[in-house]
């Protein structure tokens, strides 16, 4: 199983670049190529389309729907609700979506300026793609300037950090909602809740996602609907009236604050590590679910959730996000294997070695929230390499809110 998931996806990925950036000829076998991957291989490859995010916004769809290859996702112009924060921060001043307030800038002394007109905690983020890693939720100016400095003067993560975003600080329960949208109808998914610190109690630097469980308890019916109606519908309508029509998965990212829930980000993909969590809970085909997305039809497609909790814990290479050795191999029990996706790793002969700061994901689901923990971590344990490290509380959060709640 997980042989065929990393060989799958690296022999999709291949001939997507190569039908993208060869000849004629080259494309038209590439073409062909992936005709049969998608065919063959995409069903069981769906969670690694958040590691396809980034094809998505060089132009993935265009490509191949200008080559007649049916496609799941948003084309380039809407892929820049991700790709540029600055962007997704302007459409919602402009459209009224709540979200935090923020400034843009391109100057390190007008950034640090700012930073100490506001004092902190302030959020810094680098207007591009940094893989997870372009947020610093800095508790001193002194922090917050810092990672101005890191971003714009030592281009920490290159033309990505060259603008910043510096916004208020938030608080309350943060809620991840993926949801399937053909630029008109959305339909939300089982909502999720990811743990972005790398360090228990949510210390440290952010990450990718150190872990995720669905469905996310905080997360109410009522809430859902005032999102649905503020924010959802909202962003959709936003992204048509801009001439770029948003279909595929749109991500939302929220924070449900003291006056609302508001925005804290956009991703144009299925998110890493909730899709681990809230796929595996999609009682409705995948496929057809996709297939009315890309055409427009949407309204008249039935998708349904289970009742049931995910887990899915991250493994990691001890020491990410900053400094971390890899190339150890992995090794792990066969009832582990049918449960964990591959990230940062990679095949050497026979082996599989750690390529990576997030190096797997183990997902468990169950009838409930603590029977999904225990059984992740459970599998967890049987999956080792030289520096693996985890989180320990993964799904405590939701447990406490869900008590407190009654």
């Not at 680098?126 to 939720?137: I, R, S, W």
């Not at 603008?163 to 008109?184: A, H, W």
């Not at 050795?325 to 449960?339: C, K, L, V, Y």
Request: net charge negative; with cysteine.
């Amino acid at each position: 199983m997980m042989k065929r998931r990393f060989f799958g996806y690296a022999a999709g990925a291949a001939l997507f670049l190569l039908f993208l950036f060869s000849s004629a000829d080259a494309r038209q076998g590439a073409a062909d190529g992936l005709r049969l991957w998608g065919t063959l291989l995409v069903p069981s490859l769906l969670p690694y389309f958040a590691a396809a995010g980034l094809l998505t916004r060089l132009g993935a769809v265009d490509a191949l729907s200008a080559a007649g290859i049916p496609c799941f996702g948003p084309d380039k112009k809407a892929a820049v609700i991700e790709a540029s924060k600055a962007f997704s921060k302007d459409l919602m001043k402009k459209y009224g979506i709540p979200t935090a307030k923020y400034e843009l800038f391109t100057e390190v002394d007008a950034a640090c300026a700012y930073i100490d007109s506001q004092g902190a905690p302030i959020v810094v983020k680098a207007d591009g793609l940094a893989l997870g890693k372009g947020v610093v939720v800095a508790q001193t100016v002194e922090e917050a300037k810092a990672a101005v400095r890191s971003m714009i003067e030592d281009k920490a993560f290159g033309q990505s950090g060259a603008r910043v975003v510096i916004e208020e600080f938030m608080e309350g329960p943060e809620v991840s909602v993926l949801s399937f949208t053909d630029g008109e109808t959305v339909v939300p998914m089982v909502s999720s809740m990811d743990h972005k610190c790398v360090l228990d109690g949510d210390k440290g630097p952010n990450t990718g996602g150190m872990g995720t469980i669905a469905p996310n308890p905080c997360y109410t019916e009522k809430i859902a609907d005032e999102c649905m109606q503020t924010i959802f519908l909202p962003t959709i309508r936003a992204m048509k009236a801009e001439g770029r029509p948003f279909k595929g998965c749109l991500y939302f990212g929220l924070m449900l604050t003291k006056d609302g829930p508001k925005v804290v980000e956009y991703n144009c993909r299925f998110g890493d590590p909730e899709t681990q969590v809230v796929l595996p809970l999609l009682k409705s085909d995948l496929l057809t679910v996709m297939q009315a997305t890309t055409n427009g039809t949407l309204k008249d497609v039935p998708v349904e959730f289970s009742t049931d909790s995910a887990c899915c814990v991250v493994l990691a290479s001890n020491g990410y996000p900053k400094k971390y050795e890899s190339g150890f191999p992995i090794t792990m029990s066969e009832e582990a294997a049918a449960h964990t996706y591959v990230a940062g790793a990679k095949k050497d002969g026979d082996r599989l070695l750690t390529a990576g700061g997030r190096v797997l994901g183990v997902t468990a689901v169950a009838p409930t929230l603590e029977e999904a923990v225990k059984e992740a971590y459970r599998l967890s344990s049987e999956v080792d390499f030289a520096n693996k490290y985890c989180r320990s509380d993964i799904g405590s959060a939701a447990l406490a809110a869900r008590e407190e709640r009654g």
